[in-house]
């Protein structure tokens, strides 16, 4: 599949009727011919995270779902996706989205079917070099006789290797922003070690720059409106920055900034002490998430 096949398909998923509970999602997906499932699957894995709502999001947790509940059928997809998609990058998001959970759930009931299949299967002997070996699992060690790790660790490093570094110590505010804003959108088959590098430096600015890590949130939210985007960042770095010390400044945002305000509204603090989350309350009422 190439560009235009992905925007027809997920024009497609798009229109569909909204997907509001798994069993309509179930539904409308498990008649599906395998080449549509594999189709649909691969498509999704080259979607940004920002366009990740609506019936996108559902048949993305039908898709995570599968393994557990159809494990022959989600084998079925790994196997006409090795067969049938040229991008390696998207090729590898089977293993952590598909077969890390046949193998942990239902390992036993597929480990003679993977052996058979591996042993004409190059791509699949490929992607099972990227399973962890468990040197006191013997099911696992079954696989690992078949994989091809060398080339498999050799393509992840290749993918999670970025082409310009980032150097966060030295970026302004507005370019960590901006930066930020790109990690964090990206889909996780486009995402590298600079996404680790941003959240790396994150936990730097909590635990010695706090006031920093608010600046570079309050910069975030003059660029950035999407949804999705805004709720990873009122559950991650500004749920992780509040605290007694820092609770002075972040009433005195809320005051004067809205934007802000609402975004306190995606913060879960129901462990934090009585006094701070009186103080939280009194600056969110009603207006959760």
């Not at 505010?173 to 804003?181: D, G, H, I, M, S």
Request: with cysteine.
């Amino acid at each position: 599949m190439g560009p235009a096949d992905d925007t027809r398909l997920l024009e497609a998923l798009s229109a569909a009727p909204q997907l509001r509970t798994p069993d309509e999602t179930e539904a409308f997906l498990d008649p599906m011919s395998l080449g549509e499932l594999a189709s649909m699957w691969c498509a999704l894995q080259r979607v940004s995270r920002r366009d990740q709502v609506g019936s996108i999001w559902a048949i993305k947790l039908y898709f995570d779902h599968l393994p557990h509940r159809r494990p022959q059928a989600a084998f079925d997809v790994v196997l006409e996706v090795l067969r049938t998609e040229a991008d390696k990058p998207t090729v590898m998001q089977l293993n952590d989205k598909f077969l890390l959970s046949l193998l942990y759930t239902h390992g036993t009931e597929l480990v003679a079917r993977i052996e058979h299949e591996a042993e004409h299967n190059a791509r699949l002997r490929w992607l099972l070099g990227g399973v962890p070996v468990a040197p006191d699992d013997p099911l696992i060690l079954r696989i690992a006789r078949l994989a091809d790790s060398e080339a498999w660790h050799a393509d992840h490093l290749a993918q999670r290797t970025p082409r310009e570094p980032l150097d966060c110590a030295s970026m302004s505010v507005a370019e960590l922003a901006r930066a930020w804003v790109e990690q964090y959108s990206r889909s996780e088959r486009d995402q590298d070690d600079n996404l680790f590098a941003i959240m790396d430096f994150e936990r730097d600015l909590r635990e010695d720059d706090p006031d920093r890590m608010i600046d570079l949130i309050l910069e975030i939210l003059k660029i950035e409106s999407n949804p999705v985007l805004l709720s990873l960042l009122a559950a991650g770095p500004l749920e992780d920055v509040i605290s007694t010390g820092t609770i002075d400044r972040i009433e005195r945002e809320a005051h004067i900034n809205e934007r802000f305000r609402d975004l306190l509204g995606g913060v879960w603090y129901y462990r934090a002490p009585d006094e701070l989350k009186a103080r939280l309350d009194a600056l969110i009422g009603h207006d959760r998430w």
